[in-house]
């Protein structure tokens, strides 16, 4: 079946959570029943709500590593199909003053206006928002607005740069109603830097899509208008990220204060010939099923290969020895293997940066591989004082073989 393709992602993602939906609204079946006159006993609602849940459970088990794998991919095809390398809209006007005009008073009924700046040529809105999550503290959303007439790469880089000054100088805001350890977490710096022309250089267009601060916790978005055309020039795709693992990063969070701020009413998706150069465009035309059948096999073929390597390290390495595979790190002691995830710089492949594990593998007797079938040997959890042993083992043999180790706060 070649329908549908990967080019709907928002009818992808939807089948294959279907299972899971068909489960779950199963549970008003004898809601529905009822109201048309058939008595649904007690017992058997309470056995069918269990079994229902359960089945749906299953389903989001058994298929978690395609269904977040999935999530990640169709969410950076969405992303790509809504960003364009250039914008038209007319929500603003074709003149600066309307502009301006219309996006302050969108700014004011938003967050209020920094009116310490010593520099009267910006106009500065900021806002403390309260964060839901445990990744952020706060999130200090910020928006400075200028203008010009002729805007080249030199003003530009001129006027990024005095805003960025701007930015500094802002103050963080209090926080309030968390516990400890959300008070610990970093605050997420978000920035929209807005200017006004009446004439953009072309050369300033492309300028316009690279983010001169982007990190998880911290995004300066520019957003060049050119006004009498009502083209907009900014980066309007979002960063993936995993969620419930990893806060949401910050240029997400830009990209959010600019649909609501600068367009009103949501990105423009007009001219879709107009979208940046993207890996995802080589999946477009594969089917949902297609896909899902190729990711299963690689799925199958990765953790067979780490299965592989995994019984190669518990029979050759000696007692002590510590060896880096293509899947993780080994260290082998009284006849348990540890392994450690690492991921390796693209630019230099002797920096590394450790994720501890926390379980041992024993080996057992006639160790073998048998594809398909579970393998013979087995695991037991680690107590915190070996991790800690095993750790400065893998690091100091590492650090030995000429290896440089990233710290937390570098990886």
Known sequence: MKFPTLKHPWLCQHLLYSPAYLAFGSLFVPLILERHGVEVPGLAFALGFIGVMGLALWYLFHNFFLLFGSDVILNEIHSWQRDRLEYASRVNGLDRATAQRRILRRCRLWGRKWKDGADERFTVYCKHAYSWTVYHSMIEKRLVLCQTEHLDAEQYHI???????????????????????????????????????????????????????????????PCVVECPTGHYYMNGGKQGYEAGMMGRPAQNYARGMARRLVFARGLPKSHPEKRPVCDVEEFLNMSLWEYVRQMRSDMKEERTGEEKERVKMLRRLHEGEVKLGEYAVYCKLQGRLAEWCYLSEEEDEKTVSLLPGNTWYYQKDSLKYIPGFRNDYNRRKMKPDQVKDVDRRIRTALQAQGYRILKEDEA
């Open 159 to 221: 006027l990024l740069g005095q805003a960025r000054h701007q930015l500094s100088r802002l103050p963080d805001g209090t926080v309030r109603f968390h516990t400890k350890q959300e008070k610990r977490a970093p605050r997420a710096y978000v920035s929209l830097v807005v200017i006004l022309a009446d004439r953009v250089d072309e050369d300033v267009k492309a300028k316009a899509r690279l983010l001169p601060v982007n990190t998880d916790d911290a995004a300066i978005l």
